[in-house]
């Protein structure tokens, strides 16, 4: 990924939903001007989920999900509606498409009430205009004739879909709030097994462009070269961000005047909620043998034989704890609905969720009263410096003294 590439994560989702043959594929086809979605007459050929990056004028950077019929039947049917379903966890803007020449029914009125429970911004787009002698009116203020197949209304969905964006402007940024033009920000990142080949991890890269975009200096180096760097710099760097891995090591080599953080705390902030994870940290203490953990990851990718999640952090819990512990996996997509079989959980930073999404899971945790934390939180109260890795948020590192 290059650096001016914006990260499906950071891009405005929009979902698509509505029944079969209700002109779903059809009206992202028509949308993006893109031949993106199979079209066919036949019912539930739209059988997962289908996301696609582009840019969409005049919103920009988006997330386009077409999605299974919520009508569907049948036991696999089931398990298309749930997929259909778990869209919703991550869609910034819901786009209800109903067969015009069928009108609105029970199942596309559930999807509305499912929208405003969620609090998700939506339209109610009637689709097949072309085909209606009469179009009913509505009193829905979000709601459109179209027609997919002639265009009609397009670009008016288009700069319906624009109004309803999230805005920007008091979004949070990774590091930018930390620091100052012309600071220096030190990252230390780990090259060994598990680092990908000819490029850096997603946070990493989010981060320098953050820092640059901020008019700091961005030095990046590994863990074993930072003290001779500190020791070289002729200016005292703002803040050191490292690989949660080496944790310790970074804390050893960084003198106290500097601040120090990982990227996973940093996305903790970012992405969900810094104070909630900080005090799910503590709940290792509460560890009982038999206990079952649950370790998540945002993304997919092959993992290595030392690898963080499934297999560092296992082992560092159990010697933290002297507990036997059970564990168990998820990646990607997958996010457990019952959670009470879990006595903490232990997430990843999120950077290939948005942010609905990662807050989405976290409020899941707390209304099963389930505590969580996150990846670098973890690691850094297991090695005892939890308190120094949160000293650049001063609001937090307040409410964890008062504790």
């Known amino acids: 990924m290059s650096l001016n590439t914006t ?16 002109g779903k594929s059809s009206v992202v086809n028509a949308v993006t001007g893109q031949n993106l979605a199979i079209v066919s007459d036949i019912k539930g050929t739209t059988t997962d989920p289908v996301y696609k990056a582009m840019e969409l004028l005049p919103l920009g950077p988006v997330m386009i999900i077409d999605t299974p019929g919520i009508d569907d039947e049948g036991e696999l049917g089931a398990l298309r509606v749930k997929k ?33 429970q969620k609090g998700i911004s939506y339209l109610v787009v009637y689709n097949k205009a072309d085909q209606c002698k009469e179009r009913p009116a509505t009193n829905e203020r979000n709601a459109l004739w179209i027609s997919a197949a002639t265009g009609e209304n397009i670009q008016v969905l288009k700069e319906m879909i624009a109004k309803l964006a999230p805005q920007e402007e008091s979004k949070l940024r990774i590091v930018a709030d930390l620091i100052n033009p ?57 803040l050191v961000i490292t690989d949660s891995q080496v944790f310790a090591k970074v804390s050893a080599d960084t003198p106290k005047d500097i601040w120090l ?9 970012y992405k969900g909620n810094l104070e909630l994870t900080v005090k799910g940290a503590k709940a290792v203490e509460a560890l009982n043998d038999g206990d079952t953990v649950l370790i998540c990851e945002g993304c997919t990718h092959h993992r290595q034989c030392d690898d963080i999640g499934s297999v560092k952090l296992p082992r560092w819990m159990k010697q933290h704890t002297g507990k036997q512990l059970n564990f ?49 939180l973890l690691i850094a109260y297991m090695q005892g410096i939890l308190k120094r890795s949160i000293e650049p948020f001063p609001d937090i590192a307040m409410s964890l003294e008062e504790e």
């Open 182 to 238: 012309s600071d220096f920000v030190v990252l230390v990142v780990p090259i060994d097994k598990a680092a990908p080949k000819g490029r850096l991890i997603l946070p990493q890269q989010q981060t320098i462009r953050d820092i640059l975009e901020s008019d700091a200096t961005a030095i990046v180096v590994k863990e074993y070269e930072l003290r001779d760097t500190l020791m070289s710099l002729g200016k005292k760097p703002k």
């Open 7 to 22: 990260p499906s994560s950071d891009r405005v989702h929009i979902g698509v939903f509505g029944r079969r043959n209700a």
């Open 84 to 116: 259909s379903k778990q869209v919703l966890n991550k869609t910034d803007i819901a786009v209800l498409i109903i067969d015009g020449t069928a009108g609105k029914t029970r199942e596309d009125e559930e999807l509305i009430t499912l929208f405003k």
């Open 328 to 376: 168990k996996f998820t990646s990607g997509t997958e996010f457990p609905d019952d959670l009470s079989q879990y006595k903490l959980i232990v997430h990843c930073g999120g950077c290939m969720l948005n942010e609905r999404e990662m807050k989405y899971r976290l409020q899941c945790a707390v209304d099963q009263n389930i505590p969580v934390t996150n990846y670098g």
């Open 261 to 269: 953080t990982s990227f996973s705390i940093l996305f903790a902030r």
